[in-house]
Nanobody, 124 residues
């Protein structure tokens, strides 16, 4: 049974940093692609943030977040991270981690086994 669990969210001032963690069980992050998405109360759909591809470890990001967010993984800990720098109030959202299944990495429908999310709140 695959499970993913996010942590590391919290309240931070604008310009600050946070590192989110996603611990996986039932799969190996070294070979299974993983992604981060976020959702705000006012939006119906989850927004793609970043992904790290299985085996190659290549990464992809939402264009608007390139340069501020970095996705990485620790194979020994079977954990994926999202380092978020220069945070802005508009980054406030519930951040989710999920296991990639097939197809494009920026599509919600191509992921399975979502975590419960971790809340990030950025104050101005």
């Amino acid at each position: 049974q695959v499970q993913v669990r996010e942590s590391g969210g919290g309240l931070v001032q604008s310009g600050g940093s946070l590192r989110l963690s996603c611990v996986a069980s039932g799969l190996t992050v070294e070979t299974n692609g993983m992604g981060w998405f976020r959702q705000t109360p006012g939006k119906k759909e989850r927004e793609f943030v970043a992904a790290i591809y299985g085996s190659s470890g290549s990464t992809s990001y939402a264009d608007s977040l390139k340069g501020r967010f970095t996705i990485s993984r620790d194979n020994a800990k079977n954990t994926v991270y999202l380092q978020m720098n220069s945070l802005k109030p508009e980054d406030t959202a519930l951040y989710y981690c999920a296991a990639h299944w097939h197809g494009y990495y920026d599509s919600v429908s191509n992921y399975h086994d979502w975590g419960q999310g971790t809340q990030v709140t950025v104050s101005s």
